[in-house]
DNA sequence: CGTACTATTGAATCGGGTCAACGTCTGTGG
DNA sequence: CCACAGACGTTGACCCGATTCAATAGTACG
């Protein structure tokens, strides 16, 4: 197998977030995996109502997952960065009830949902794994449902970049303080349940505070301290995370 | 083992809504089960913050799980009917970021943690069986951050009351086409980032429009199709699922 | 009966949405 | 090299859905 394909040299096991895996599990999933796949940035990995039997992990790049009604208004349900799975939400033999789209451009791991069944029998480590994932991202649905259900504009949005800043530096994105986050003032919009426009202002009005810089497309969070009492953050555990 | 406690018997497995398990998974949950717990209308089965290693499956009764911010603010994640497991969301080592709290009088089934592994070592199809219960509230938690994101509090409230009108039937709570539903406008409110007093104005104009009757703590529908049109609602798969 | 929780309603207010322009940057093709 | 298009960011004016405050009814229960 190439060093490429190969999960035993994949680059985001040498990331300290990640908890160390036996070689065999290794070994099997680099057999589990069917291949991998690049998708630009901007278009779809999985679309909404779409069926689908993959499973993916994230490699590289940035994603979201997202459910729209049906006159177009959209909600961002969380973001996707390397090392996260998706694909467990949905059920074989219904259509997926979200959308899945690259955000940069992305490389995926793809594993075929039929051997799933075969994983559960035979790497019972692994399949606690996948469960890990799974309540694992259902508790950053949960944090975004709390920001968008009772936090105000400006917590909402400092919330979110503290989260996605601490995101990115567990997975050796940050670099000299900073993250490049391809994400527009629309995502952010998006995935708190905000307008455009007052989404801009109240981005401008953090800048200005001084607690963020946000430019060409990188992060800085100027002031962590005040923003994340201001947004009443609370950690969520980013270390010794299964990788699949 | 007591009737009472016998998962051979228990009284959801007579429900349509549930797949069916091999006679070794019932027993194997019947020794995984350490004992049943019953616990009062408005009572806390989890505390916010607090550690536990227990995993439960609500027999009978209704629930929420909530978290709140530092000022008292509090949002409803989503609610729990009968079958539905809750503990995986929270690591072992540690604190829980949600709550969980009776909304009736509940009866519960108390599994402990530490054997999960065990489970998940023996009975893979009961693993596996975990995961998707934990993918599938994840979708109605997504469901839910749609609503709160995206729709107007008369669509949002249109849809959480379809939702748990069909939730409740299809485990058998509906009788002569109404519900009985435990909850008050406070917890509508907290689950939908609503105002208590907006919340009963949208109530009121729902059911003034005669598309619900909510009287007495019980729901029925008045008329189902133009609720549904009007709060762009789509069903999740309810048949078939799991019961741990 | 009194206490406490839940529902109801009106009035005033405000956070955030909508509309409408304008600026800025980048890439593209004449 | 410049003109233009298209995507993204910025800003002001106005409006509305939802919040807040406040007061009044039910209803359950000891």
Redesign the pocket.
Same mark, same amino acid.
């Given at each position: 197998m190439s060093s490429e394909t190969s999960c035993t040299n994949c680059p985001l096991r040498r990331q300290a977030a990640f908890r160390a895996n036996e070689a065999s599990e290794i070994a099997f999933i680099e057999r589990f995996k069917s291949r991998q796949m690049r998708v630009a940035a901007?278009l779809p990995i999985l679309l909404e109502g779409e069926r689908s039997d993959r499973l993916y992990t994230i490699l590289s790049g940035w994603a979201h997952r997202h459910r729209s009604l049906g006159d177009g208004r959209r909600q961002i349900l969380n973001f996707l960065l390397p090392g996260d799975f998706v694909g467990l939400q949905q059920e074989l033999d219904h259509d997926a009830m979200h959308g899945i789209e690259a955000l940069s451009d992305v490389t995926l791991c793809v594993f075929p949902r039929q051997r799933l069944w075969h994983l559960y029998q035979e790497y019972p480590s692994l399949a606690y794994d996948l469960t890990w994932l799974c309540a694992h991202e259902e508790l950053i649905v949960d944090e975004n449902l709390l920001s968008v259900g009772r936090r #105000?504009? !400006?917590e909402r949005i400092g919330m979110l970049l503290i989260h996605l800043y601490k995101r990115a530096e567990s997975v050796g994105l940050c670099s000299d303080g900073s993250v490049r986050m391809p994400i527009?003032?629309?995502h952010i919009a998006d995935a708190l349940?905000? #307008?455009? !426009?007052?989404?801009?202002?109240?981005?401008?009005r953090l800048s200005l505070l001084g607690l963020i810089e946000l430019r060409g497309g990188a992060l800085r969070i100027g002031d962590l301290g005040r923003l994340r009492q201001l947004a009443d953050y609370h950690a969520l555990p980013l270390r010794a995370r299964p990788l699949i």
């Open positions: 901007g #105000s504009a !400006v527009s003032q629309q349940g905000l #307008s455009l !426009v007052h989404t801009n202002k109240t981005l401008r």
